[in-house]
């Protein structure tokens, strides 16, 4: 049976249910009292309610999508919608890899990194060929396959390789960032330091469904920029209440 994305918490089996020891600290014992349920499905159940569904990726199909993931790195978002905007009608796969580099270079200008990322969109679309830039084909790949393949890309990290599998291919790999690692640093989850430790964490504790990690990295993304920033804005945070780095303002 499918799990719906809404609170998580109630469909999770007791083989995932978190018990820690109480705290001794009197000033903790209301965070007790609800962390029977496991931390990290408190913080999706806490976000999910208070921003709700978010409607991520934008992007019209699956290669729209790809490109939207290489142009993102190191820019604001509005920058790749200039950048997509100039691509205009030739934002298709048959399209770039017909397109001379530079040419492609000053479509893309706005996204900044222009010339190393033009490379890298060439590089993608190169690798979608050869699945005949068909997404079902991409999809039949096992998952296991497709990462490692998706990685030997120039200029696809684990964030990026990541985004396309979930955003465009709707194949469950958990996207971790910066906000991500922010969050479980601050909260505090024991995930571990890096990108692999990070993901298997969620990975091992969250549905294994693309619909559930789509919408955990969205929330974590969106409480990133509203609150959870460098220097972080508390008050208001949905994660306020079990947050131990929370500041009390
Ligand atoms: S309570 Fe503060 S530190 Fe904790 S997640 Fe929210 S904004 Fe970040």
Same mark, same amino acid.
């Given at each position: 049976?499918?799990?719906?994305?809404?609170?998580?918490?109630?469909?999770?089996?007791?083989?995932?249910?978190?018990?820690?020891?109480?705290?001794?600290?009197?000033?903790?014992?209301?965070?007790?009292?609800?962390?029977?349920?496991?931390?990290?499905?408190?913080?999706?159940?806490?976000?999910?309610?208070?921003?709700?569904?978010?409607?991520?990726?934008?992007?019209?199909?699956?290669?729209?999508?790809?490109?939207?993931?290489?142009?993102?790195?190191?820019?604001?978002?509005?920058?790749?919608?200039?950048?997509?905007?100039?691509?205009?009608?030739?934002?298709?796969?048959?399209?770039?890899?017909?397109?001379?580099?530079?040419?492609?270079?000053?479509?893309?200008?706005?996204?900044?990194?222009? @010339?190393?990322? %033009? *490379? $890298?969109?060439?590089?993608?679309?190169?690798? #979608? =060929?050869?699945?005949?830039?068909?997404? +079902? &084909?991409?999809?039949?790949?096992?998952?296991?396959?497709?990462?490692?393949?998706?990685?030997?890309?120039?200029?696809?990290?684990?964030?990026?390789?990541?985004?396309?599998?979930?955003?465009?291919?709707?194949?469950?790999?958990?996207?971790?960032?910066?906000?991500?690692? @922010?969050?479980? %640093? *601050? $909260?505090?989850?024991?995930?571990?330091?890096? #990108? =692999?430790?990070?993901?298997?964490?969620? +990975? &091992?504790?969250?549905?294994?469904?693309?619909?559930?990690?789509?919408?955990?990295?969205?929330?974590?993304?969106?409480?990133?920029?509203?609150?959870?920033?460098?220097?972080?804005?508390?008050?208001?945070?949905?994660?306020?209440?079990?947050?131990?780095?929370?500041?009390?303002?």
């Amino acid at each position: 049976m499918a799990i719906a994305y809404g609170m998580l918490s109630c469909h999770i089996q007791d083989d995932k249910v978190y018990d820690p020891q109480p705290h001794k600290d009197e000033k903790y014992r209301h965070r007790n009292r609800r962390s029977t349920i496991e931390p990290l499905l408190q913080i999706y159940d806490a976000l999910f309610s208070h921003y709700g569904d978010l409607h991520w990726w934008p992007g019209e199909n699956p290669y729209e999508i790809m490109v939207g993931a290489i142009l993102t790195q190191n820019t604001a978002w509005t920058n790749v919608e200039k950048a997509i905007a100039r691509l205009a009608e030739d934002l298709t796969p048959q399209r770039i890899a017909a397109m001379p580099v530079e040419t492609l270079e000053e479509r893309i200008r706005p996204a900044g990194f222009f @010339r190393q990322k %033009a *490379r $890298y969109l060439k590089a993608m679309t190169a690798w #979608y =060929a050869r699945y005949n830039y068909d997404a +079902e &084909a991409v999809r039949r790949v096992p998952l296991d396959a497709l990462r490692p393949e998706i990685l030997s890309v120039k200029g696809i990290g684990n964030e990026t390789a990541d985004s396309i599998l979930l955003y465009a291919f709707d194949l469950p790999s958990f996207v971790v960032n910066a906000y991500t690692m @922010r969050h479980f %640093a *601050r $909260y505090p989850l024991k995930t571990g330091r890096t #990108y =692999a430790a990070v993901q298997a964490y969620c +990975e &091992a504790r969250l549905p294994e469904s693309a619909e559930i990690y789509n919408h955990f990295h969205a929330l974590i993304v969106i409480n990133g920029k509203e609150h959870c920033k460098k220097r972080p804005i508390c008050a208001g945070c949905p994660l306020e209440g079990g947050c131990e780095k929370r500041i009390e303002e």
